[in-house]
Structure formats: structure tokens, C-alpha cells
């Protein structure tokens, strides 16, 4: 009995020895030693693939964002010029960049509009009186007619009386200054400067200044 016990004494010391115990199934387990490549990751099942160890609550380092946001202003219009701007109302880029509206007009709906009268080219001007845009833009009324409610109608010798008490070709009481629609009567009293016409009487010297200063009219 003394030798039995001895003998599995030593069997149960070579066990310990060795790291492995025997078992009722002889079977033994080891538990494997991590790698130092492994240290500190952690798997992705137990944090969703996410590494805890660049984490800012673990003391890491984040990883940089993949993208930045815009910090800037977005422009809801045309940039035009550096500058953000609405074609559809700026003066100065009506439809487009560069495109500005002349005196007298505005951007509305990204076309300039004359507020009174019709665009031509850059100018606003009024169809029915304009000898250069008569009736329409670009029809220009030959130096013997004039523009009449939007008609190049032929012109008498005479300028056209307008308001005046009667003819620049006739003599007669002084004028009023401006009183005619060719504005003769300006020319002859404030340009030349012979008041007599339009203070005193509109005599034939005035009829002779109408021939020499209010072509294409004449009173010959």
C-alpha cells in the first residue's frame, strides 16, 4: 500500500510539472498567450468595430473626420463679380452678369424695363415722338419728316406750331418761348438771343432766323 501511494504521488507531481492535468476523458486545455501585435485591440463583436484605445474618453486620439463641413455662406443667386447677387432684380446684371439696365430703366423678371417710354438699344425713349426710334425701335424718319404719334409724316416748310398763337413763318405777336414742339423759338430766342421775337414781335427777321437756325424748317 506504501508503493501504491508512491507511485501515484510522483504521477500527480509529473501533472503539475508539465501545466496539464489529467481527466477522467484524458483530455487537457491550454490558454494561449496573446500576441503583442493584439495588445490593446478589441474586438469588433464586443465594441462594433469601433477601437476604444483612440476613443478621447480613453485618453487616444481621434481619427480625423473624412470630410470638413462648409463653414461658408452658400449663395442662394449668380455670383457675379466675387459678389452674390439676384439677376432676376440687379441693375447692374439683368439676366446675367454684366448686363446693366441704362438711366431710366430697372431689372424687372431679368429684363430691363423703362419705367416710361420703350428700351432701344441703352436708352429709354418715346416711340410716338422719336425721330430715330419712330413707332418702333431703329425706324428713323428721313430729315424731311418727323415722328407724329409714332408716324414719319412729311413736314411743311414751317416748324410745327405746337401751342404757339401762330406760325413761325408768319409774322405776327411775339412768341412764347418754347411754345412750338421743335423748340425753333428756343434756338432763335435763348440760343442766338434774340429776345425781340419772343418779347416783342415775331417779326421777318425772326422768320429769316427760323431758315437759319431751325433745319431742316424754313420760311422761304
Request: hydrophobic letters at 20%.
Amino acid at each position: 500500500m506504501v508503493k501504491r501511494l508512491g507511485v501515484l504521488g510522483f504521477v500527480v507531481l509529473a501533472g503539475c510539472a508539465t501545466g496539464t492535468l489529467a481527466s477522467d476523458d484524458n483530455t487537457s486545455e491550454e490558454t494561449p498567450t496573446p500576441k503583442a501585435e493584439d495588445a490593446g485591440k478589441t474586438s469588433s463583436n464586443d465594441s462594433g468595430g469601433y477601437n476604444y484605445n483612440t476613443h478621447p474618453d480613453s485618453g487616444g486620439t481621434q481619427p480625423p473626420p473624412t470630410s470638413q463641413p462648409d463653414s461658408g455662406m452658400t449663395c442662394m443667386g449668380t455670383m457675379c463679380g466675387g459678389q452674390c447677387v439676384d439677376t432676376t432684380s440687379d441693375d447692374n446684371n439683368c439676366g446675367m452678369c454684366g448686363n446693366a439696365c441704362p438711366s431710366g430703366a430697372s431689372c424687372v423678371s431679368s429684363t430691363c424695363q423703362c419705367g416710361t417710354g420703350t428700351l432701344c438699344s441703352s436708352s429709354c425713349v418715346d416711340t410716338s415722338t422719336d425721330n430715330n426710334n419712330c413707332g418702333k425701335c431703329g425706324n428713323v424718319c428721313s430729315t424731311s419728316e418727323t415722328c407724329t404719334s409714332g408716324t414719319c409724316t412729311a413736314t411743311s416748310d414751317a416748324p410745327p406750331q405746337g401751342s404757339c398763337s401762330h406760325s413761325l413763318c408768319s409774322t405776327g405777336a411775339a412768341l412764347s418761348d418754347g411754345c412750338d414742339t421743335y423748340d425753333c423759338t428756343s434756338e432763335i430766342c435763348d440760343i442766338v438771343g434774340d429776345t425781340y421775337c419772343c418779347s416783342v414781335k415775331w417779326d421777318s427777321t425772326c422768320e429769316t432766323e427760323v431758315t437759319d437756325y431751325c433745319s431742316p424748317y424754313s420760311c422761304m
